[in-house]
């Protein structure tokens, strides 16, 4: 019986690695990506299904359980059905099947079975494990779950170089049988050094065992919901000295609005703007109080209100993104393709014996930002109330 169960768990294993390796294999098209995780989730659903039954017969006939506390901890979610099999509300990993019956935040036994290094011996959580973190707090963060995904620069290291192509010659009018004039591009590079941010919180050994809620999940999103808010805040109005991080309200190009907030034939300017110099909006970003007054907008004085998702109108039509890191009563109309930011894997660490005199488990999670860069000041506008 024992030797059946360690068989088992070590097929799930294998399956495990071999979902995290369809998920980062970029030989594959999407739906063949997608076709070969569905398969793999099949065949991983079935052999937890037989381990469930076999951890049970063995309970039954009163076999010694398993001496490894993580391996204890995936028996027990594996018996508890559906509960066990519960995920938190979008928080399930891009890749990380593998890991689907932990907690946001690992306990100790998890988290010393998850232990890697990196070359400077640093112990982090692997890449397809951290990745739940960063889509968590992409999900979170108003300014980067809007830019495209290509455009979240991974980085290694205490720097981030981004290449910028800064001169680039026209094509020419060349007759038939002419030579060809070849033209020129002039690339340069910015360099970005890396910024932490850092959340930690602790908990009582009591509350983590004794707590009717998920005490690790609730401490996890709250510490996530805190990096997104401060990462926010940045993103928007850092002005690269005080805030080290250059936000891209002083990268873009701002107009004063002629009415006390800005409104929709504010955004169709901007847009045009936008168009101008060879962009194409995406995102509207609005502090709250420009939000209602969009929201509340009408054709006229008695006409009725403006619905912001008609689709004549691209200014009405554009996703409009409320958080209260953007200045009151500014509204920011962007290109999102045309804005880049260096993100490094989060890191999750976790210590019971940081504050061992007063018995509580320490949780942290660090994330490492290397600027923002706006690739032409024209393709943020930047829609600022009148002055008074």
Request: with cysteine; charged share 25%; net charge negative.
């Amino acid at each position: 019986m024992a030797n059946a169960i360690t068989e088992i768990r070590a097929q799930i294993n294998r399956v495990d690695n071999r979902l995290s390796e369809t998920v980062t294999d970029g030989g594959l098209r999407t739906d063949e990506r997608q076709a070969a995780l569905a398969v793999l989730r099949e065949q991983k659903r079935d052999l937890e299904a037989r381990l469930a039954e076999l951890v049970d017969e063995a309970e039954q006939r009163g076999d010694e359980p398993s001496t490894d506390p993580a391996t204890e901890l995936r028996d027990a979610f594996l018996r508890a059905g559906a509960l066990g099999r519960a995920r938190i509300p979008g928080g399930a990993p891009s890749g990380g099947d593998g890991e689907s019956w932990r907690a946001l935040l690992p306990n100790g036994a998890e988290y010393r079975a998850l232990l890697e290094s990196d070359d400077s011996g640093d112990a982090l959580v692997p890449a397809p494990v951290a990745a739940q973190y960063v889509d968590l707090l992409r999900n979170k963060t108003v300014f980067l779950e809007s830019i495209p995904a290509s455009n979240l620069v991974p980085f290694m290291g205490k720097s981030w170089t981004m290449p910028v192509l800064s001169d680039s010659d026209d094509a020419a009018l060349t007759a038939e049988g002419a030579e060809i004039t070849e033209g020129s591009d002039t690339f340069t590079e910015l360099e970005f050094t890396s910024k932490k941010y850092a959340s930690i919180r602790k908990a009582s050994n009591e509350i983590v065992s004794d707590s009717a809620i998920p005490v690790r999940d609730a401490l996890g999103n709250t510490m996530l919901r805190n990096l997104a808010a401060q990462i926010d805040r940045d993103a928007f109005n850092g002005d690269g000295s005080a805030v080290p991080v250059k936000g891209i309200i002083s990268q873009g190009t701002s107009t004063a609005s002629a009415s006390t907030l800005p409104t929709h034939d504010d955004i169709a300017d901007a847009i045009v703007r936008l168009w101008a110099a060879n962009a194409n909006p995406t995102v509207v970003w609005c502090a709250p109080d420009s939000a209602g007054a969009l929201i509340k907008e009408r054709e006229g004085t008695e006409g009725a209100r403006l619905d912001p998702n008609m689709p004549n109108a691209l200014a009405l039509s554009l996703p409009i993104k409320v958080s209260s890191s953007v200045p009151a009563g500014n509204v920011v109309v962007a290109d999102a393709t045309r804005i880049f930011a260096g993100l490094d894997n989060a890191r999750v660490a976790v210590s019971e014996h940081a504050a061992f005199t007063s018995d509580s488990v320490v949780y942290r999670i660090t994330q490492r930002v290397a600027g923002i860069y706006v690739v032409e000041a024209t393709s943020v506008q930047v829609l600022t109330p009148a002055a008074s």
